[in-house]
């Protein structure tokens, strides 16, 4: 086959985020988020040619994400 694309499909998000004040000066933040599983079907499709006959393909993401980091006030 030629080429198949992996779009993301998210649909639902949930987050939740704080900061912690560690002094005057500085603070601590942290942020989780997870991405609900989406899902995304269709036919293999060449560029010229359009959709191959009887091609099928599945994409299915799901995530989860976490950061933290400090700010520092001068």
């Keep these: 086959f030629y080429n198949v694309a992996s779009p993301l499909v998210i649909s639902h998000i949930v987050s939740i985020g704080a900061s912690v004040h560690c002094t005057e000066n500085v603070i601590f933040n942290i942020a989780y988020l997870h991405w609900f599983e989406g899902e995304s079907s269709g ?29 520092v006030r001068y």
């Design 43 to 71: 036919p293999i499709v060449m560029p010229g040619v359009g959709p191959v006959p009887g091609s099928s393909v599945t994409s299915n993401v799901s995530a989860d994400a976490l950061g933290a980091g400090f700010t």
